[in-house]
Every structure is written in C-alpha cells, then in structure tokens.
C-alpha cells in the first residue's frame, strides 16, 4: 500500500475546526510536514513536528503526533474560506519526501 | 522565509520540442534541489534529485535523457523536457533544500505548467 495516506475529501462550516488526518509507515521519520497547496500554486510549507513531540501548536494550527500508532493530524482552528485547499502530510525517508494523497478542504460560508 | 521561483509558470509548445524549466532559490543556497511531476487531483510524485555539481539522482521508471537536470549553481537547478510529447503535459514542481541533516526543510516553487499540443 501507499507509505503515507489521507482522506481524500474534507467539507466544513466556516468558524469550525477542522481535523485533518493522516498515517504514515516509516517509524524512522525524523520529521513530518504538513503543506498546503491552492489551486494551480505551489505547495507552502504550513508546519513541522519533529518525531520525538507530541503536540505543536502555531496559531490557529495544531499538529497531534501518536508515533506509536504512526498517526499525524493536523487540527485549524475556526476555519476561514481562504483555508480552502488541498493538504499534504509528507514524511522523510532516506532524505526524500513521501507525500500523502492530500486531502481537499473545502469551507462552506 | 525561503522563497523558491519557478520560470516559466505556464508554456504550451509543439510536439517534439524541447522545453526547459528554472527552478531558483531566492534568498538561500541549495545544495539539493527536487523535481516533481504533479497529475490533476494527484499527489506529488518525485521525478529526481538534482545535486549542485553532480549529476542528478532519478527515480525508478524517469527516463534521464529525455528529463535533462542540470544543476550548475547553489542557486539554481533546470529540468528540460527534451523531444515533448503530449503525455509530458503536466504539473512541474521543484523544491529546493535548506539546512542540513535532521533540520532539512524542503521549500517549493509556484509550479510550471507545461501543455504539450
């Protein structure tokens, strides 16, 4: 299967949270991102967790670690229409980035 | 921050020309630079890895000659996509490394979007 996976759709209200999930295989990661990519753009690095945290939180973004279930989610706080996108988790292996699926936020008004 | 560019952001050429594609970082050396290739409502998929003054590393099933990478300086890395065929119409994203070991961050650029008629 896939080294890293997500969910591949996300439809929430504007002002809720939204609960981005994601697995990932290599227990060796010694860290894993979250990126954020819009329509015909690039993708921006939105955030970092290194292997031995559990928790990072940057604003309204929250990044949950569980190394043990090798389960990374990424958490918005009172989401905004300008946070519809398409979200990547990756991890690094040997160097590389593996990049989950993304999955596509959507936030209805 | 660390800002990546990509030159050019959209080129429609004929089939059987060569396109070629810069990648820059902006306000910081690269050693490392990578090349993605992106299909619509796909995943990124890495195509190479381009090293400053060495020849570049591609995955498993890139053809390297007809994906040429040349990576001449700490700041700038190009793919070009020799004899284009439609089936090379895609989604080109670079990255370009910052920092070292466990502190390795990658940076993207915007992305070109190559359309082969």
């Known amino acids: 299967g896939e080294d890293v996976e997500q969910s591949l759709f996300l439809s929430v209200r504007e002002g809720d949270s939204s609960v981005i999930n994601c697995t990932y295989t290599?227990?060796?990661?010694?860290?894993l991102y979250w990126y954020k990519q819009e329509p015909g753009a690039g993708l921006q690095l939105l955030t970092y967790i290194f292997s031995n945290m559990d928790m990072k939180q940057d604003q309204r973004l929250t990044v949950l670690l569980n190394k043990k279930d090798k389960h990374l989610s990424l958490r918005i706080a009172d989401t905004q229409t300008g946070d519809s996108a398409i979200y990547f988790c990756?991890?690094?292996?040997?160097?590389?980035?593996?990049f989950g699926q993304g999955t596509e936020l959507s936030v209805k008004p | 921050g660390a800002v990546v560019s990509q030159h050019p952001s959209r080129v429609i050429c004929k089939s059987g020309t060569s396109v070629k594609i810069e990648c820059r970082s902006l306000d910081f050396q690269a050693t490392t630079m990578f090349w993605y290739r992106q299909f619509p409502k796909q995943s990124l998929m890495l195509m190479a890895t381009?090293?400053?003054?060495?020849?570049?590393?591609?995955e498993q099933g890139v053809e390297k000659d007809k994906f040429l990478i040349n990576h001449a300086s700490l700041t700038l890395s190009t793919l070009t996509v020799t004899s284009a065929h439609p089936e090379d119409s895609s989604f080109y994203i670079c990255s370009a490394q910052r920092g070292q070991g466990a502190q390795e961050t990658q940076y993207f650029g915007p992305g070109t979007r190559l359309l082969v008629l």
């Open positions: 381009s090293n400053e003054g060495s020849k570049a590393t591609y």
């Open positions: 990756a991890e690094s292996k040997r160097g590389k980035l593996i």
């Open positions: 290599d227990s060796s990661s010694t860290y």
